[in-house]
């Protein structure tokens, strides 16, 4: 009987123990942050000089892809490092160029909200509680990369940042709709690199098939480029699908 009773006791405490390893883990999975990179290159892979620009031919494909995550209902607030930004722009310039890049995505879906939070002197990417915006020297080709933190179960998305590469040119064009290379020569523009990447803020993937080429999620961009500036049928149906 009292071996019974041990035994029994022991089969309780066994099961204790393993409910704790279950619910360990799920409940730390609640809060999970996962972090996804988006690296972007010239097209094709290489020098962007080799390839340049295409004006646009179609962009009413409504292809779009969904990166898993979507915005805080409240919008997120952005910070600019302007002491590593590019000699050739100024602040203003700067700021121009990547507050009409998000108001592009908030015209197209007003629940998708960005505040300017002003300057940061957050020198890189790094889950430090700040979605900041900086230009720094990265060893590959890379134009411009954006890192995603985000919770797995809610898929809310936790922290972003967006890095542009110094190593290349960059400079600032207004769109007119229809220069779709009209930036400025050998240099990467500021607003149409940034609209692609902010789309990757509000939970919307890279597209490589060339049917794409000329919607804005398209995953590579080329010098003198402006087209991205505009979005295209299927950037406009993908934020539309997201709902922060
Ligand atoms: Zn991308």
Redesign the pocket.
């Known amino acids: 009987m009292k071996k019974l009773l041990a035994f029994l006791l022991g089969l309780a405490v066994a099961f204790y123990l393993i409910s704790f390893l279950f619910t360990g883990p799920v409940s730390a999975a609640k809060d999970e942050v996962k972090l996804r990179v988006?690296v972007?290159y010239p097209n094709p892979h290489g020098k962007p000089v080799a390839d340049p620009c295409t004006a646009t031919t179609n962009d009413q494909v409504q292809d779009f892809g969904l990166a898993g995550w979507q915005m805080p209902d409240v919008g997120v607030t952005y910070k600019i490092n302007y002491r590593t930004k590019p000699k050739n722009l100024s602040n203003s310039q700067v700021n121009n160029a990547i507050s009409s890049s998000f108001a592009t995505w908030h015209s197209a879906d007003s629940k998708q909200i960005f505040n300017d939070g002003g300057p940061t002197s957050v020198k890189a990417a790094k889950y430090d509680g700040i979605n900041a915006i900086l230009f720094k020297g990265a060893s590959s080709s890379a134009i411009a990369i954006?890192y995603v933190w985000y919770y797995v179960s809610s898929g809310q998305l936790a922290e972003v940042d967006t890095v542009f590469n110094k190593i290349y040119k960059w400079s600032y064009t207004a769109y007119n709709g229809t220069n779709d290379c009209g930036g400025v020569a050998n240099t990467f523009d500021i607003q149409n690199i940034g609209t692609?990447?902010f789309?990757?803020w509000v939970g919307l993937?890279?597209l490589y098939s060339s049917v794409d080429k000329d919607l804005t999620?398209y995953?590579y961009g080329d010098t003198s480029e402006l087209k991205k500036d505009s979005l295209g049928a299927g950037d406009i149906l993908g934020v539309n699908t997201i709902t922060p």
Do not use: L, P
């Open positions: 988006f972007h954006t692609h990447e789309g990757h993937d890279d999620m995953g």
